[in-house]
């Protein structure tokens, strides 16, 4: 399968938008939504500030930050197809009117510098060709002391659970995917080399340094599920 990245992540999500929310469920066991939960909760707004949540797909973490926050939330992704799906799921909960939609790419935000409280993004830095331009670019948009917060997928660092991970995500991604469509199997064969490949070229400390650099402090990480995931966050100096 060909490398991640914008015009890749663009056919991949559109083919598999529809069916993203139930089969995310369903390929992370149920993991995902204790995952956005925390990284939700890393985020300190209220009903007077405004968040940007980045690479939001159906707005799952949107959702959770309106449901918990009351804060003002702009919804972006270059998806129209992943944007299409969350308008149907934000309509359903009664959020259509509380999370603006925008098409747009990580790399290149429509919005003016230090425009908003918090900026959150889940799943991204796989997809885009610099993970240090696009830091940049996210933390240009947050207002001084804002917070950027991040969920991403990540390697089990203990050998066995690393073992369980490994064919887990060789053999049973695979399989779940190819039940529901060719689609989601293309997807369920792409996401553990991808993330191992990720992780290798973009290991947690060099993450780090790339938060500083981005002009982030106060940096905190937590990992969840034996350590397939790991929340990520920081606060904007100045
Ligand atoms: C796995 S989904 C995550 C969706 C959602 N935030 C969640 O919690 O499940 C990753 C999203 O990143 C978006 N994406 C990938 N590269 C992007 C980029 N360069 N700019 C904006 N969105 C991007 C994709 O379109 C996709 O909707």
């Known amino acids: 399968m060909e490398a991640a990245s914008p015009a ?18 369903l390929l992370s066991l149920g993991q995902e939504d204790r995952w956005r939960r925390y990284l939700v909760s890393r985020v300190p707004v209220g009903p007077n500030d405004s968040v940007l949540d980045v690479a939001s797909g159906t707005g799952l973490v949107a959702r959770e930050l309106v449901r918990t926050t009351g804060a003002r939330v702009i919804s972006l992704d270059q998806s129209a197809d992943m944007l299409a799906a969350g308008a149907v799921a934000n309509r359903s909960a009664g959020m259509d009117g509380l999370i603006e939609q925008i098409v747009a790419s990580a790399d290149a935000l429509p919005f003016p510098d230090a ?29 001084p002391g804002g917070t950027l917060a991040s969920l991403e997928f990540y390697v089990p660092q203990d050998p066995v659970a690393h073992l369980g991970w490994r064919a887990f995500t060789r053999f049973g991604l695979p399989l779940i995917g190819a039940m529901a469509s060719p689609e989601w199997r293309d997807t369920g064969r792409f996401l553990g080399p991808n993330i191992e490949a990720f992780h290798r070229r973009f290991p947690l400390r060099r993450q780090a340094r790339a938060w500083r650099a981005a002009g982030l402090s106060d940096l905190g990480a937590q990992t969840f599920t034996l350590g397939a995931a790991v929340v990520t966050w920081g606060k904007k100096r100045g």
């Not at 425009?115 to 696009?134: E, G, H, I, K, W």
Request: aromatic share 14%; no cysteine.
């Open 115 to 143: 425009s908003f409280d918090a900026v959150t993004f889940t799943y991204l830095l796989r997809y885009v060709p610099n993970p240090q331009t696009t830091l940049i670019e996210l933390s240009r948009v947050l207002r």
């Open 8 to 25: 890749f992540a663009q056919r991949l999500f559109a083919g598999i938008a529809p069916e993203y929310e139930r089969m995310g469920a």
